[in-house]
């Protein structure tokens, strides 16, 4: 007997490993029904500002997505968002949430398979590195792209927010990069970026930033915006900036209006700067912004406000400066 239950001890203890290797190096965990369903869908996204989510953001989505699955993708983290989605949404067929933590998750065609079938796709915030050292140039982008294309809506926060727009801030550096460093040296060590990782069609020619005035990031949106330039992406840089507890939600054909307690910031660069060089203070004059809250609008497609306010920003060999009265730029 004592023979008998050694040897089964050793063959559970060799077997161990082999069962562990067999557990996917993704997570996902779905609520709602487990049958998929393929209602028709109406493009539109959503750019929010992080910190608390923003209810009407995601019932928006849903219905543009006919209450089909709501899929929220993600680097790191758990699945928070499943029941509070679901919860605000009770007649979506699903929630679920794709944990994409690694490269080779995200060049598995299981997780590509997951994405095709979504009818929102939510890229939660986090670390926006991730998403572009993880998964551009893998299925992930691959799929996320040619669901736009089929015009499902799509929509992100925070870090979400960073990989919507077509130039990307990547955040690659051990922290993120504040206004005071870029202004003093937009080629810093902490002045990271990519592009081309979502094919947005409103968001071609822009670069996001989320977290907006609680951090205080125009000068470093300024910063990013020479950087733009420097690169030869764009000879007129622009920059969309949204503040916490805000979403801007993109209409199809690009009218977008706000939700939320905050602002969003259109920010026009007039041409290239005037100084945008290593180890030199930044001078970039005359920066418009159109600054809209719930009940204004803005029209991607022209570049022109409806409602809220306008005015400029300039920075001077490092110094950040505002046409409004009182001198604040937000």
Known sequence: MLRCLLVLLSAFVLAAPALAAKAPPYTYLR??????????????????????????????????????DFLVIRATGTDAYNPYVRDLCPNTNSVATLIIPSATAANLPAVAAIIAQAEVVWIAGGDQSNYINFWKNTPVQSTLNARIAQGVPVGGTSAGLNVLTQFVYTAQASQGVTSSQAVADPFNRYMSFDRDFASVPALQGVIGDPHFAARDRMGRDIAFLCRVAAYGWSAAPRGIAVDEMTALLVANGGYASVVGSGKVYFLQAPGLPQVCAAKQPLTYRNIGVARIAAGDGFDLSNWMPAGGTTYMVSVEAGVLASSQAGGSPY
């Open 31 to 68: 609520v709602g029904n487990v049958a998929d369903v393929a209602p028709a869908t109406t493009p539109g996204v959503v750019l929010m500002g992080g910190g608390t989510d923003v209810d009407q953001a995601f019932q928006w989505l849903c219905g543009l997505g006919g209450n089909g």
